[in-house]
């Protein structure tokens, strides 16, 4: 790959004989020539994004920024080129990463001269990747039969530069190729090459550049015009190569899928200067309305019809305690026969097909398993989904935790007709059961309280057979019976309360207390329906004069679902009024209703039938298996701690409506912390759109930390329209001193000095999230730079590539613009479309040909959608990766092994750094016929000279 050397002679020989003695500069021409690295350092971080607008990088210099280096370097020793190219290297990083010591004083909280200090450190060391490419050029020079330096080949001038660049660790990775995000023509070849490709053109145009402008100002003569029509050969070819390309990808994106997808810009700053710039605003109030900005920006996209909205990173910081799900059932059933069986999401999330759509469709019925027969079971009740409690005949009780169900011991052998259980008024803990407060009630007035370890009686103030029991409370609910018996419990204490009726009453429901407010319904025979309103008891009218045998309603008791004798069903709707439904057959006897967490009707009939209600029609269930159902309980959400967990399946959404902007929610936030807890943290409020956003899940310690009570990981989350969880991504790829510091698991004290570093857990895997048949790959933070981490995701073939980011950290600075700009070759080496959703700008849609479609402005808050095209198929780049690159650093190491192998075997001599045959060289080139130049002093070598102070 590589041209041969020409000898020099005439003029060319004569300039090398100029130079000073050993080719060495002296100190005045390193001075002058270290203007030719700053002019280098200044035009190539300037080909990058560097002000605080839109392409703002001019990328033309590129194409000639590394000519003032090659020219600085020329004639120079090893050590020389070195420190020239470290100087060229770190203005061209401070140049471009001058914003971290704003990062390092806002995030770190370092003082200024110290954050600048630390600035300049990191830049110098990612300049030592120049020093060290300036310094291989100039040592791995050939040379002629006389030992005369020569010009380097324009390939191997690339090839250098190449592998160093693509060896050389970075925090911050970039490579020289990136400067071209804009011109398309230049960057499709990533998809065979990668980036790294690109950097190879653009050095040897650069090569070829330097070696014509030696052969017009030093009349250097010794490179020929095929050599230098190399370099420029290869940059025709590559923008030929690219304006075919995008031709063929275009064509490719118009015949590809859509998905309409909308990004929310929320612009949000760091929590630090959110509260330097709303010193008055309480802080719960100013992270709530973060919460609310999001909520109301998304109802935009909402109505725009998108598909998909996308959050950004850390976007999602609920300041209420969440109400979720663990698990992926619903309802849990209890027959006559001893069985349990529980309704479950089926939908398996690693699952590609398209059919797996949001509704009813995916569940399916799935047996509980027990410990050998339960016996005649008769009523289930529920408060969440760890925490069932079922009851039977011959005072059988049972409590479910949500994988197994287990004997509890009564104090009764009377057979049991219903069970309600509720959890203590403090916080629920993460199991519920070993504090679950459990009634049940049974024939001849029976009572019975206690928790999962026994059941005991208590005096009811009735021998009527009590039907059934709802609780409000822990000790607070009422149970009913035979002939209208109404039994209140206050306090724990029963007692009977006149009723309004004598008809059997079969059932009832409790609405959980809102406010001080009690509210219940009653159901019995011939159609009655007795309302508690504290302290009334009103009977309600009602289209039928069927027996109804159970009843259910929603926690805000807006609907109301009562079933019984002849298939009847009567639904009562906000506005109080009943209307009546038919369920299955008319000879039907429903025997039991729920309504699930999804707010979906699920019915039950004496022989086995299950029925699910939509919009106001019912359709049969799939039962298989199932023998005389009795009761239905839903398996609802779970209170928690204002923290994501890790085994989160299901987050309930909201509908309670939005506060029209920041302004009028601070001026009256009442209206908002009136609502339920559950309603205020939802991440779906004001819309059911599908949301991916960004979040912080946990997990407890163990052993237990004081100082650091969690494990947190930095968490892409994407939720479907009823609020299921489609898929967690833990970000693998954390930041150091942003998201966590080396050694500090090994060494906890780390995080004790540097206390505005973060402490999050690496993921472990590369996922994507399958949804609607598409494969989603996601990313976050600077994942979207590294092309390493981005064929990881490549083989597991996403559709489109999805990252959300948090560059608030960087404030008003030009990080946004070169982080996009080093984002968008993802695009190209994949041929996938890029999405990227930050909190401050720069939020984009990118195409597969590295076009940028739509994108924000750095600042503002903003929404953008549009149509993605879901691709599918494998670039050369995304099957073979990285191999031009480590072709390149074979190279190289083929150049420099022989060169240490010739260094060691003269070490093994005992003799200095030049053999005799090199002296002798160097004699013959001194010898010249037309200028008798001084013999050059004969440097003593390091071996020598350790001699002489041996003697």
Not at 170 to 185: C, D, E, H, K, V
Not at 202 to 211: C, D, E, G, Q
Request: glycine share 8%; proline share 6%; with cysteine.
């Amino acid at each position: 790959m590589s041209e041969t050397a020409a000898q020099t002679d005439g003029k060319g020989a004569s300039a090398i004989r100029d130079q000073p003695p050993g080719g060495a500069l002296t100190r005045r021409e390193l001075l002058g020539r270290m203007w030719w690295c700053v002019l280098a350092g200044v035009l190539i971080f300037t080909a990058f994004p560097f002000r605080t607008v839109p392409a703002s990088n001019l990328w033309l210099f590129a194409w000639f920024g590394l000519v003032p280096l090659m020219l600085a370097v020329e004639d120079t020793t090893p050590r020389q080129a070195f420190w020239l190219g470290w100087l060229a290297g770190t203005v061209t990083n401070y140049g471009g990463f001058h914003w971290i010591s704003g990062m390092l004083e806002d995030f770190g909280g370092f003082p200024s001269w110290l954050a600048q200090v630390g600035t300049v450190l990191l830049n110098a060391y990612q300049g030592l990747a120049v020093a060290i490419i300036c310094s291989l050029w100039v040592r791995l020079r050939p040379t002629d039969e006389h030992g005369n330096p020569q010009s380097m080949s324009i390939l191997r001038v690339a090839m250098i530069y190449t592998a160093v660049e693509f060896l050389f660790p970075m925090i911050f990775p970039w490579f020289f190729g990136n400067s071209q995000y804009r011109t398309l023509a230049a960057i499709q070849i990533a998809d065979i090459v990668g980036v790294p490709g690109i950097t190879f053109v653009m050095v040897a145009f650069n090569a070829a550049l330097y070696r014509t402008l030696r052969r017009f100002t030093h009349e250097d003569r010794s490179t020929p015009w095929s050599a230098i029509l190399v370099g420029v050969g290869l940059t025709v070819v590559t923008l030929g190569y690219g304006v075919v390309r995008l031709g063929q990808v275009t064509d490719d994106v118009a015949a590809a899928d859509t998905l309409k997808i909308g990004l929310v810009e929320a612009d949000i700053g760091i929590w630090s200067s959110e509260r330097r710039a709303n010193p008055t605003t309480p802080p719960i109030e100013l992270r709530h309305s973060h919460l609310l900005r999001y909520h109301r920006l998304s109802q935009q996209l909402d109505r725009e019809g998108v598909d998909l909205i996308i959050w950004p990173e850390s976007s999602y910081q609920p300041q209420d305690r969440l109400y979720l799900k663990r698990r992926p059932d619903f309802v849990i059933l209890a027959t006559s026969e001893g069985q349990l069986a529980v309704w479950r999401d089926g939908r398996d999330p690693d699952d590609t097909r398209a059919g797996q759509a949001d509704g009813g469709d995916a569940m399916k019925w799935t047996m509980v398993p027990t410990d050998g027969p339960l016996g005649e079971l008769t009523a289930v009740a529920s408060e969440r989904e760890d925490a069932a409690a079922i009851v039977g005949a011959a005072g059988a009780a049972y409590f479910f935790d949500g994988k197994a169900a287990w004997r509890i011991p009564t104090s009764t052998e009377e057979r049991l007709n219903g069970v309600d259980l509720a959890l203590p008024r403090r916080i629920p803990p993460r199991t519920a059961y070993s504090s679950a407060r459990i009634w049940a009630v049974g024939d001849n007035g029976l009572l019975l309280r206690g928790s999962r370890k026994r059941l005991d009686r208590v005096s009811s103030g009735t021998t009527n057979n009590l039907r059934a029991i709802a609780l409000f409370n822990d000790d607070t609910g009422l149970a009913v019976g035979d002939e209208g018996t109404i039994v209140f419990i206050n306090k724990g204490t029963p007692r009977a309360a006149a009723s309004p009726t004598t008809e059997h009453l079969r059932a009832v429901w409790a609405a959980p207390p809102v406010t001080s407010r009690l509210y219940a319904f009653a159901v019995g025979d011939k159609g009655t329906v007795v309302r508690l309103d504290d302290p009334t008891l009103p009977l309600e009218q009602t289209p039928t004069r069927q027996s109804l045998r159970a009843v259910a309603g929603t926690d805000d008791g807006r609907l109301v679902v009562a079933v019984g004798d002849a298939g009847t069903a009567v639904v009562r709707d906000p506005s109080g009024r009943w209307r009546r439904e038919q369920v299955g057959r008319e000879d039907a006897t429903l025997v039991a209703v729920t309504i699930d967490a999804m707010g979906r009707v699920v019915a039950a009939d004496a022989d086995g039938g299950l029925y699910l209600r939509r919009a106001d029609a019912w359709s049969r269930l799939p039962s298989e298996g199932i023998v005389k159902p009795v009761a239905l309980a839903s398996l609802g959400w779970v209170r928690h701690i204002a923290r994501l967990p890790r085994d989160v399946r299901y987050m309930r959404p909201s509908r309670a409506p939005l506060p029209p902007s920041d302004a009028a929610f601070f001026d009256d936030p009442q209206p908002e912390w009136g609502l339920m807890e559950w309603e205020r943290a939802a991440v779906q409020r004001g819309h059911d759109t599908p949301v991916l956003f960004g979040g912080i899940t946990s997990e407890l310690r163990t052993p237990v930390d004081l100082n650091w009570p969690y494990r947190d990981w930095n968490t892409a989350v994407m939720v479907d329209r009823r609020g299921r969880v489609v898929g967690l991504y833990d970000k693998v790829y954390l930041l150091v001193g942003g998201e966590f510091i080396p050694f500090g698991e090994q060494f906890p004290v780390l995080y004790e000095w540097i206390r505005h570093a973060g402490r999050f857990e690496a993921g472990t895997e590369v996922k994507v999230f399958n949804w609607r048949g598409y494969r989603l790959g996601v990313m976050i933070c600077y994942e979207d730079i590294l092309p390493k981490f981005n064929r990881r995701l490549a083989d597991l073939e996403p559709h489109v590539i999805l990252n959300v980011t948090n560059d608030a950290w960087f404030g008003h600075t030009a990080e946004p613009y070169l982080h996009m700009a080093l984002a968008i070759f993802r695009s190209v080496e994949q041929r996938r479309a890029l999405v990227r959703s930050t909190n401050t700008g720069v939020s984009v849609f990118v195409s597969p040909t590295g076009e940028i479609i739509k994108q924000t402005e750095i600042t503002g808050r903003e929404t953008l959608s549009a149509d993605v095209p879901m691709m599918t198929g494998k670039t050369i780049y995304g099957r073979i990766g990285d191999v031009f690159a480590w072709i390149q650093v074979g190279w190289l190491l083929a150049l420099i092994l022989p060169r240490m192998l010739a260094w060691r075997r003269r070490r093994r001599r005992g003799g200095s750094g030049t053999t005799k045959s090199d002296a002798n060289k160097k004699r013959a080139t001194n010898k010249s016929p037309a200028r008798a130049e001084p013999p050059a002093p004969r440097r003593k070598s390091k071996s020598n000279t350790k001699r002489k102070r041996k003697r």
